[in-house]
């Protein structure tokens, strides 16, 4: 039987299972309940053109969540859930934000945070876009001229 501390959302079941709802985050890859909602941090390369941003796609623009990590507790509780790009599918439509609704998940997100906020002025913050989008390989903005004829299959691509 799964049980949950409602008060700190920490799993109880010796299997670490819950209720499907909760991330484990780098804990699923490692076993160590300290890793939980932690994520590895991918390469910043051609990062202009990866959106959506964050390990979920809560995030449709590059501006969005870097202001997202300048001040991640304040960003938490106060997140527009309209800014989520996501496929509808009515079986899971109802729970694409069950646990930013949850009051306690929601703070044990929180607490999990080890990012201290950032005050940056305008002209900084433009900056930092600014050198984030350096960051792209213009070559990877029109891969048209990179696919291939065929694939091993024989298939074309073109269709």
């Given at each position: 039987?799964?049980?949950?501390?409602?008060?700190?959302?920490?799993?109880?079941?010796?299997?670490?299972?819950?209720?499907?709802?909760?991330?484990?985050?780098?804990?699923?890859?490692?076993?160590?309940?300290?890793?939980?909602?932690?994520?590895?941090?991918?390469?910043?390369r051609n990062v202009a053109l990866?959106?959506?941003?964050?390990?979920?796609?809560?995030?449709?623009?590059l501006e969005a969540v870097v202001?997202?990590?300048?001040?991640?507790?304040?960003?938490?509780?106060?997140?527009?859930?309209?800014?989520?790009?996501?496929?509808?599918?009515?079986?899971?439509?109802?729970?694409?934000?069950t646990v930013m609704n949850e009051?306690?998940?929601?703070?044990?997100?929180?607490?999990?945070?080890?990012?201290?906020?950032?005050?940056?002025?305008?002209?900084?913050?433009?900056?930092?876009?600014?050198?984030?989008?350096?960051?792209?390989?213009?070559?990877?903005?029109?891969?048209?001229?990179?696919?291939?004829?065929?694939?091993?299959?024989?298939?074309?691509?073109?269709?």
């Open positions: 039987m799964q049980r949950r501390n409602p008060a700190d959302c920490t799993i109880t079941n010796p299997n670490g299972y819950s209720d499907g709802l909760d991330d484990f985050g780098r804990e699923r890859v490692t076993g160590k309940p300290e890793d939980r909602l932690r994520f590895r941090t991918l390469t910043l990866t959106a959506p941003y964050g390990h979920a796609g809560a995030y449709d623009t202001k997202h990590h300048l001040d991640p507790v304040n960003s938490l509780h106060d997140y527009d859930q309209q800014q989520a790009v996501l496929p509808s599918r009515a079986d899971l439509d109802a729970l694409d934000f009051t306690a998940r929601r703070s044990a997100i929180a607490d999990a945070n080890e990012l201290a906020p950032v005050t940056l002025s305008d002209r900084q913050f433009s900056d930092l876009i600014e050198f984030l989008h350096a960051l792209t390989d213009r070559r990877a903005i029109d891969l048209r001229t990179d696919m291939p004829d065929s694939v091993p299959s024989g298939l074309s691509l073109a269709e």
